[in-house]
């Protein structure tokens, strides 16, 4: 199925109902889409491919419009495979087809599916006429890759975004921001944007900045996940640059883990403590939560606060793999609270503390260490972190 953007300008993307978790991580309750789009002119353009297990009725949406083996142009503003899984199906038939990317996509491509077709790279800012139409390719390091870029349509105003910009969910043949209720891409982006690119947000931010600064206008932004922003196209551009921003919010967030409950109890007691100080406070149990949605509260949370128990004399696993997601993601340095509970010889606490001072957080005191139920004097230090916290926060 496609639908059309303008005239000549049509979208030929899929939905995925069937991937679990996006690059096998990342839930996905409401799916994915893959956008992809074509642009017949004098030359034929596809911007954008998908997944690979997806090629075949993606080509069968081509076909309602054009004879696949009469594309010109097949651009790739991004090479990770959700993008161009399909492209050795459609080099099969597109045999005439030049590959645009760029100087460092081409080597990826070669890696990833030795395709043999033309190929031409392409600077930033260089333009390619199809005809009446012209595209402009806007070079846009590490959205989400170092060989990302976006594709302009200069005389229809269309930016062609790749991942920045896109969001979570399946579009079930609404392509359009004026026929979603975008509470729930509100929802999905910005768990997109915190669990896909949260180790580039200084990248997003450039990307704004460099859009921006070239002064051109934009009708529509039709990015490679997600909704194509035709009605407001700055609503999500706006979420995009305050979530990205690298002020912190006025919050705390509590991450922790418990095995018969005792770390709870901790993380509660805090929580209450907190709240009895005006702050605003969420919590997450590790392993209830989803990885992504703990990210979307912590990545620019004013003080984040870990609880632990002790496993093996080491941290709670997957508190450990939370740790290891703050140090991939490069989160901004900030105070940091921690709590821990144990039976005999602890350790949690131990191991913790010098790796997260080592990233460059600052570990708050008291650091708690809790065997078993908190007694008084460990119910009191809950109350005096509680006010180290508040102390951090505006
Ligand atoms: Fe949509 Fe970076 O992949």
């Known amino acids: 199925m496609h639908r059309e953007l303008t005239k000549g300008v049509y979208y030929i993307g899929v939905d995925d109902h069937h991937t679990e978790y996006f690059e096998n991580l990342w839930k996905l309750p409401f799916g994915v889409s893959y956008n992809s789009f ?93 005809g009446e ?29 790749c991942d920045a910009f896109g969001s979570y969910g399946a579009l079930n043949g609404k392509h359009f921001d004026d026929e979603i209720d975008l509470r729930m891409i509100e929802h999905e982006s910005r768990r997109y944007l915190s669990s896909i690119i949260t180790s580039y947000l200084k990248f997003i931010q450039r990307g704004i900045q460099k859009v921006k600064n070239l002064g051109i206008d934009i009708e529509m932004i039709a990015p490679s996940h997600g909704p194509i922003y035709r009605d407001n196209p700055m609503w999500i551009v ?85 740790v290891d997601e703050l140090e991939g993601k490069r989160f901004a340095q900030r105070p ?4 821990g509970n144990y039976g005999w010889g602890g350790g949690a606490i131990r191991k913790l503390k010098p790796r997260l001072q080592e990233d460059g957080f600052e570990v708050l005191e008291p650091t708690i260490r809790v065997r078993g139920k908190p007694n008084d004097e460990e119910e009191e230090q809950i109350r005096h972190l509680a006010k180290e916290i508040a102390s951090k926060l505006g």
Not at 300 to 320: C, E, H, K, L, Q
């Open 38 to 130: 074509l642009i017949v002119d004098e030359k034929i353009a596809i911007i954008e491919l998908v997944k690979g297990p997806w090629a075949q009725e993606w080509i069968e949406n081509i076909k309602e419009i054009v004879d696949p083996k009469d594309i010109d142009y097949i651009i790739m503003n991004h090479m990770e495979p959700d993008h161009t899984g399909a492209l050795p199906e459609i080099a099969k038939i597109a045999t005439n087809a030049t590959m645009v990317y760029t100087r460092m996509a081409s080597g990826m491509q070669e890696s990833f599916y030795d395709v043999s077709l033309e190929q031409k790279i392409v600077d930033d800012l260089e333009e390619i006429s199809l």
């Open 336 to 339: 940091m609270g921690l709590f």
């Open 133 to 161: 139409k012209t595209l402009k390719f806007v070079h846009a390091k590490f959205l989400h890759w170092p060989e990302t870029m976006m594709t302009y349509l200069m005389e229809d105003r269309i930016l062609f975004s």
């Open 238 to 322: 706006e979420r995009y640059d305050r979530w990205s921003s690298p002020e912190l919010e006025n919050n705390c967030t509590i991450v922790y883990g418990t095995m018969y409950g005792f770390t709870h109890r901790v993380a509660y007691k805090l929580k209450e403590a907190l709240e009895n100080l005006d702050v605003d406070v969420k919590v997450h149990n590790i392993v209830y939560s989803d990885m992504s949605d703990i990210i979307v509260d912590t990545m620019r949370a004013g003080v984040i606060v870990i609880g632990s128990p002790t496993y093996d004399a080491y941290p709670f696993p997957p508190i450990g793999t939370f």
